[in-house]
């Protein structure tokens, strides 16, 4: 995987999470930098660990989807980069209550929510055949660098870009997917 999809695709993982941030830098009253490790280090272990996840999964099936790995993979980046795009649309739920979503299971919710779409992509680049550990090391930093840009963000700007990053994140996972497709079925 050459470096301009690595770091594009570990950009569009990290959208939700940058989304999540915006949010979670609005509700704090006074945005620390505990907050900020906590959520930036669990975002970015989440992310890193859950494409290792998905790409030891998809060792074990390889075998039996070869022929069709690529249109698997296509399959499943375009049904995450869909997914994403969909939940950018949906209204958010109300809170009731204020708590301090980086600690707890709060912040175990958030960090596994904001990663299983890189359980996927792990999947797909053990189908595709891709070493997974330095992507996921990219996706981890990526991912943590963005949640405390995010936070800080939110804590300043507001809630106005996160429907718009994550639109941008599924649509980068989509173009990926299309990518792979297309180097696949016609060598290139």
């Given at each position: 995987?050459?470096?301009?999809?690595?770091?594009?695709?570990?950009?569009?993982?990290?959208?939700?999470?940058?989304?999540?941030?915006?949010?979670?830098?609005?509700?704090?009253?006074?945005?620390?930098?505990?907050?900020?490790?906590?959520?930036?280090w669990h975002?970015?272990?989440?992310?890193?660990?859950?494409?290792?996840?998905?790409?030891?999964?998809?060792?074990?099936?390889?075998?039996?989807?070869?022929?069709?790995?690529?249109?698997?993979?296509?399959?499943?980046?375009?049904?995450?980069?869909?997914?994403?795009?969909?939940?950018?649309?949906?209204?958010?739920?109300?809170?009731?209550?204020?708590?301090?979503?980086?600690?707890?299971?709060?912040?175990?919710?958030?960090?596994?929510?904001?990663?299983?779409?890189?359980?996927?992509?792990?999947?797909?680049?053990?189908?595709?055949?891709?070493?997974?550990?330095?992507?996921?090391?990219?996706?981890?930093?990526?991912?943590?660098?963005?949640?405390?840009?995010?936070?800080?963000?939110?804590?300043?700007?507001?809630?106005?870009?996160g429907q718009?990053?994550?639109?941008?994140?599924?649509?980068?996972?989509?173009?990926?997917?299309?990518?792979?497709?297309?180097?696949?079925?016609?060598?290139?």
């Amino acid at each position: 995987m050459d470096m301009i999809t690595l770091f594009g695709l570990a950009l569009a993982l990290a959208m939700d999470a940058f989304a999540v941030a915006l949010g979670c830098g609005l509700t704090l009253e006074r945005l620390t930098g505990r907050h900020l490790f906590r959520l930036g280090w669990h975002f970015g272990l989440f992310q890193a660990m859950m494409p290792i996840i998905g790409w030891l999964a998809g060792l074990t099936v390889q075998k039996w989807i070869e022929t069709y790995d690529h249109w698997v993979a296509f399959g499943l980046l375009v049904c995450v980069g869909g997914k994403m795009i969909h939940e950018a649309f949906q209204d958010e739920e109300t809170r009731e209550s204020r708590d301090d979503p980086t600690r707890g299971m709060s912040l175990i919710m958030l960090s596994v929510a904001t990663s299983i779409d890189a359980l996927a992509v792990g999947l797909s680049l053990a189908i595709v055949g891709i070493s997974v550990w330095f992507p996921a090391l990219i996706i981890g930093i990526i991912a943590g660098v963005m949640t405390v840009i995010g936070m800080l963000l939110g804590r300043r700007a507001g809630a106005r870009w996160g429907q718009r990053v994550e639109i941008a994140g599924g649509l980068i996972l989509i173009g990926i997917g299309l990518k792979i497709l297309w180097e696949h079925t016609l060598g290139m």
